[in-house]
């Protein structure tokens, strides 16, 4: 369990660039969601962490999406760092890109675009990124990192080309041989959540995208354009096999009025295991919580 204390000390520090850049930006910051009586589907991740108190259900926040969209219709710019937690499958332990609970810096923008989040992103990373830089690059080289650096914007592959570039698992390949951080952008509709936002003149594919680490280090982060009118939600629901009523709030609250927005979360444990170039995202933090791994405190 012993961390040295340079993780603790850039994790501090990512922190704190990330969220003088946002406010400089204009973000106001909330206070995370940690129950909710609906939350994130992740078909992917099937378990759910349950807490039953005062006669009902509370879901342990797999991610702020839907609080983030019922947000922005109050501030157009807001983030969170969101504690998450996602019961992966104990064999994710071994990865090193899963935790069972984990931070994203959650973020959402009113009537935005998706490119205009991805610029965002870019400038997020690399500013997250020149900080540490500046601050730490003597005691990364004590460690053996050196954090290249990088310019924008960063190339840009549809889902279906990395697919037939690749193969099946082309994430891993395309992180591992690309220079740069990499978007892979228009999922198919069955590879995502039904709150990605259908391409209104390409049936069938996302307005989303995902960013890619270099050096084999995975995915960074995760976003895009969201459905926002309640009838798109509802089809949405119905199309991923899900049941309308269990999301029946997030409803009620689009045929009063969602915006429209576009937002992304990236991993904060994930992005200080790609700075300090670290084997496990466990690493990162001082009590891990690593799939099927036990923990003492
Ligand atoms: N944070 C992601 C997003 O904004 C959602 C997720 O984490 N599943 O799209």
């Known amino acids: 369990m ?3 204390s340079l993780v603790l000390e850039v ?4 922190l704190g660039a990330a969220r003088e850049f946002l406010e400089k930006e204009g973000f106001v910051e909330l206070l995370p969601v ?4 609906v939350t994130d ?11 039953s108190a005062y006669g009902q259900d509370w879901y342990l926040t797999r991610s702020m999406i839907f609080h983030k969209q019922a947000a922005v219709r109050i501030c157009p710019k807001i983030f969170s760092f969101s ?8 064999e994710r332990g071994k990865t090193g890109r899963h935790l069972f609970e984990f931070v994203q810096l959650d973020l959402e ?17 690399l500013y997250v ?3 540490i830089r500046r601050d730490f690059s003597r005691k990364l080289a004590e460690v053996g990192r050196e954090l290249p650096e990088y310019s924008r914007p960063f190339p840009r592959i549809a889902w279906h080309e990395a697919r037939k570039e690749f193969g099946p698992d082309f994430e891993e390949a395309l992180s591992r041989q690309s220079k740069s951080p990499v978007w892979i952008v228009d999922f198919p509709i069955e590879e995502r959540e039904f709150y990605d936002r259908e391409d209104p003149e390409r049936p069938g594919i996302l307005r989303d995208m995902d960013l890619l680490y270099p050096e084999g280090f995975g995915e960074a982060l995760s976003g895009g354009e969201r459905e926002y009118l309640p009838e798109r939600i509802r089809l949405r629901i119905l199309r991923q ?5 269990a999301y029946a709030g997030l409803i009620a609250l689009a045929k009063e009025g969602l915006p429209p927005s576009a937002g992304f979360g990236i991993g904060v444990e994930r992005l200080v295991r790609f700075i300090l170039g670290l084997s496990h995202v466990g690493e990162v933090r001082l009590f891990p919580r690593i799939p099927g791994v036990p923990a003492v405190l």
Not at 34 to 37: T, V
Not at 111 to 120: G, I, K, N, S, Y
């Open 2 to 4: 012993l961390r040295s």
């Open 11 to 14: 994790t501090s520090a990512v």
């Open 34 to 37: 940690i129950l909710a009586p």
């Open 41 to 51: 589907p992740l078909r992917t991740t099937p378990d759910r962490a349950i807490v």
């Open 83 to 90: 504690p998450n937690i996602r019961l992966e499958p104990a």
């Open 109 to 125: 923008v009113r009537e935005a675009t998706r490119d205009e989040v991805m610029d965002l992103g870019e400038r997020l990373l």
């Open 129 to 131: 990124l020149s900080e």
């Open 241 to 245: 096999g899900l049941d309308p009523a």
